[in-house]
């Protein structure tokens, strides 16, 4: 059934149990986000894990919003994921879900569940309801209002949801048992009062379904065969089944954990990123810096390339942290396969060509991609004024060849795609500054191999100055500096690098980046992978991100 050559994982164990058993006919999976922020690195595992099995097995998932906490939930995030998964490449089954339309049946069963004497409105406040709780070592003590008639609970659950009851006040409580070694099974919360307006129920509602008792529900409401998580919620899963079989659902889901993705210098929790964003810290949500997918595509990082790195991973049963390295590789690799060639000088200075006619001009065909004929040919302008980098040009002719491949006064180099060209002199201000490389070139050279005796020391890229567009570059470092920021959860701001972020203004780009376009992902020749910003606010400013250099050192 596995269409990879990779081993099984244990959830695909578990389903080709199933299937076998016969106890299941089409598989169901789904992705259940909570819109309290954009998705990150972490969730892009989940989904595909999720969408994977589905499409691996001829079955479905469901796009299901968890919208069931109005405080910290909004449309703006839901758009974003909705975007986000799309973007990835997956399309779910049917329409996008929500957990807010199953209100009205979770209060049915809540409802059911005190009928049956299985749930009770209880008075405790929040410090008392700990108190009574007990710890990992000792049970708890049950609350005063657990024997309450049923017709009671009825009465002030109805109560609570007519907005009669202030918030604190009450909330409905399973009545499971109050000395199970699982703390989760003593008497947890199924409903609190809460007077706040939802993104799609607006202000329908004054109680909310706690994450344990919607959950599950929704999965049985659905159909969902198999509802994989990640392994936080393995203590809940005993509640999980308890609902389920309690209550008159559909259909009997079951639960299923895998260790959660952590990458190093990465920070995967939702509430951590929002507070990158709510201080400053980055430029928003999709900052090219953030983890977020959003953040990500603006940077340049390809959905196939997420994906990719997503299936490398094993998904198991234990934690582990990733190295970031690993994740570079497999952007690395998607964008040396189909990024378009260009050339962007970043710290131009003059190369001024002495036998080259100030009026005359010529343009080259060069290729888009080296080995990929499909992408077809650009044109490349040469004139007698060309942009080369500062850092491709040095004075000091003691310089060895193997070292420096690169301009050297009184040597050669090949201009990439065009002429071979001698430095023959320097123009330097008063301050002794360099200002201009007077150079002049050996003709014929262009796609030719030079005479005998000149010997070129390397390519250099370069731009024509004359039809050169001026544009600015970022470059990003790690967002923070320490390996396991994500575990220092007091002080993750403290490890932000104060350098993550490089503006580099007045490079000069070929012509041919004038029609870059947003989505479009470009190797500047030497320099590395880059993408036009999407972002607002450069103020008609050509603003280039910095994907990602061209050196790949994790496998090695
Ligand atoms: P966060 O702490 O960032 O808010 P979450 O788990 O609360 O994460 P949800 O919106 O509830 O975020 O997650 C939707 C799905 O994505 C869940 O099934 C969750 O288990 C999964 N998920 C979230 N983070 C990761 C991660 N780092 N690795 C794998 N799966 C993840
Ligand atoms: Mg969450």
């Keep these: 059934m596995t269409t990879s050559d990779k081993p099984i994982n244990f959830i695909q164990q578990i389903i080709n149990a199933d299937i076998d058993a016969g106890q299941v006919g089409q598989v169901v999976t789904r992705f259940p986000p909570e819109p309290n922020g954009y998705l990150h690195i972490g969730h892009a595992k989940a989904i595909c894990v999720n969408f994977g099995l589905a499409q691996e097995y001829g079955g479905h998932c469901h796009l299901r919003f968890d919208d069931t906490n109005p405080e910290r939930e909004s449309e703006e995030f839901v758009q974003a994921i909705i975007e986000d998964v799309r973007w990835l490449g997956f399309q779910w089954h049917g329409d996008v879900r929500y957990a807010s339309s199953y209100f009205s049946q979770l209060y049915t069963w809540a409802t059911y569940l005190v009928q049956h004497n299985l749930a009770y409105v209880c008075e405790l406040n929040a410090q008392q309801m700990r108190d009574y709780r007990g710890t990992l070592t000792e049970g708890g003590k049950d609350s005063p209002h657990r024997d309450r008639p049923v017709e009671e609970s009825l009465h002030l659950l109805e109560q609570m949801k007519q907005g009669h009851i202030d918030e604190g006040r009450m909330t409905l409580r399973a009545k499971i048992d109050m000395q199970s070694p699982n703390i989760n099974l003593r008497d947890p919360v199924l409903y609190r009062v809460k007077k706040l307006a939802h993104h799609r129920t607006g202000s329908d509602w004054n109680i909310y379904p706690s994450y344990d008792f919607a959950h599950g529900q929704e999965d049985a409401i659905e159909g969902v065969t198999h509802s994989i998580c990640t392994l936080e919620f393995a203590a809940n899963r005993p509640l999980y089944n308890w609902f389920i079989e309690h209550l008159p659902v559909p259909s009997k889901p079951r639960q299923y954990e895998f260790g959660r993705l952590k990458v190093n210098y990465m920070v995967t929790s939702k509430r951590k990123l929002k507070l990158l964003v709510d201080q400053g810290q980055v430029d928003g949500w999709d900052d090219p810096r953030m983890p ?156 030719a191999n030079p005479p005998e005796g000149c010997k070129p020391r390397g390519v250099i890229h370069w731009v024509c100055a004359d039809r050169s567009i001026e544009c600015t570059v970022h470059r ?71 994907t990602i250099g061209l050196r790949d050192t994790w496998q090695k």
């Design 292 to 447: 977020t997918l959003s953040g990500m595509r603006r940077r340049g990082v390809t959905p196939t390339a997420i994906r990719n790195f997503c299936d490398s991973l094993a998904v198991a049963k234990t934690d582990g942290v990733v190295d970031i390295g690993q994740l570079e590789h497999f952007i690395r690799d998607d964008l040396n396969r189909d990024a378009r060639r260009a050339m962007c000088v970043l710290d131009p200075i003059k190369l001024v060509i002495e036998n080259y006619p100030a009026e005359k001009h010529e343009s080259f065909n060069a290729s888009v991609h080296p080995n990929r004929e499909d992408m077809g040919t650009r044109e490349v302008h040469f004139s007698r004024h060309l942009w080369i980098d500062r850092s491709d040009f040095s004075e000091d002719s003691s310089l060895s060849r193997k070292k420096y491949k690169r301009l050297v006064l009184g040597d050669y180099v090949r201009l990439r795609g065009a002429y071979v060209v001698r430095a023959d002199q320097v123009v330097k201000d008063q301050q002794g500054n360099l200002v201009e490389i007077h150079a002049s070139l050996v003709p014929d050279t262009v796609g």
């Design 476 to 546: 990003y470092d790690r967002l923070f500096s320490q390996p396991l920021a994500d575990s220092a959860e007091q002080s993750f701001t403290d490890c932000l690098n104060p350098d993550s972020l490089e503006v580099i203004k007045n490079c000069q780009a070929e012509a041919a980046l004038g029609d870059a376009r947003v989505g479009e992902h470009y190797q500047f020749e030497r320099e590395g992978y880059y993408c036009l910003d999407s972002g607002a606010g450069n103020d008609g400013e050509l603003v280039f991100n910095c």
